[in-house]
């Protein structure tokens, strides 16, 4: 199996997550109007999920202005020129790809603790988070393309167990018109920063479909978990 990656450079980089903390906060901004209170679970959800984005393009910025004029690779001693380089490209790589992975697995248990929430305020959680995301979705009548979108965000998010790697029978799962081949013992071919931007753009429209559904929007408040926890920090 050949995977082919395309370059993308650190500040076209930025970009991209710059696009997509503005993106978000659209969204954030279009739920004001129901004045929920801060430790709604669904002010919570917004107030985490842009601040992850923030820390993602504080990050990305840090390796456009100072890499790789650090003090621990000044450090180093290369034999040659090209030594040098072939180093400092596999790091920011391993780097780059580091950042896209942890954000987009931090804002997915974000999501999945709001959509717990969110069902188990509506007597629809069950063990499963993909029978629970189905549940909802048919529970507050919104697009049932959703369905398809869980199963493909679901099964993306497993193969954080195994390096990368779909280990269960091979599947085909089709959204929005585009098929997405999860074949077995082989890692995700489609996987890409646009790729991850693009489900967690879905996840901003999934939570927005839930929070202006009937049900929900009309709930005064819904709690979040973390409510009536205080954090003290010590010197």
């Known amino acids: 199996m050949e995977l082919k990656h395309y370059a993308t450079t650190t500040p076209e980089l930025l970009e991209i997550y710059k696009s997509l903390s503005r993106q978000v906060l659209i969204s954030f901004k279009s739920i004001n109007h129901y004045l929920y209170v801060e430790n709604d679970c669904r002010i919570h959800f917004y107030n985490c999920m842009t601040s992850e984005i923030?820390?993602?393009?504080?990050l990305v910025d840090l390796l456009v202005e100072i890499y790789p004029n650090i003090?621990?690779?000044?450090?180093?001693?290369?034999?040659?020129?090209i030594e040098m380089k072939i180093y400092l490209n596999n790091k920011l790589s391993i780097i780059a790809n580091n950042?896209?992975?942890?954000?987009?697995?931090?804002?997915?248990?974000?999501?999945e603790s709001f959509a717990r929430i969110i069902a188990k305020d509506q007597g629809k959680e069950q063990y499963s988070l993909?029978?629970?995301?189905?549940?909802?979705?048919?529970?507050?009548?919104?697009?049932?393309?959703?369905?398809?979108?869980?199963?493909?965000?679901?099964?993306?998010?497993?193969?954080?167990?195994?390096?990368?790697?779909?280990?269960k029978e091979s599947i085909n799962i089709n959204y929005n018109g585009v098929e997405y081949q999860f074949l077995q013992n082989k890692p995700l071919a489609f996987f890409?920063?646009?790729?991850?931007?693009?489900?967690?753009?879905?996840?901003?429209?999934?939570?927005?479909?839930?929070?202006?559904?009937?049900?929900?929007?009309?709930?005064?408040?819904?709690?979040?978990?973390?409510?009536?926890?205080?954090?003290?920090?010590?010197?």
Do not use: M, P, W
């Open 54 to 58: 923030e820390t993602a393009v504080l």
């Open 71 to 81: 003090s621990v690779i000044r450090e180093l001693n290369f034999q040659t020129e």
């Open 192 to 235: 890409n920063i646009e790729f991850v931007v693009y489900l967690i753009e879905e996840i901003d429209r999934f939570v927005l479909a839930i929070i202006n559904s009937d049900k929900i929007s009309k709930k005064v408040f819904i709690s979040h978990i973390s409510t009536g926890i205080t954090n003290t920090f010590i010197d």
């Open 99 to 111: 950042i896209r992975e942890n954000l987009f697995h931090r804002i997915f248990l974000r999501f």
């Open 130 to 167: 993909l029978q629970t995301l189905k549940n909802l979705i048919t529970h507050l009548n919104i697009d049932s393309n959703f369905q398809d979108f869980a199963t493909l965000l679901i099964f993306t998010r497993n193969t954080v167990h195994s390096e990368g790697y779909h280990t």
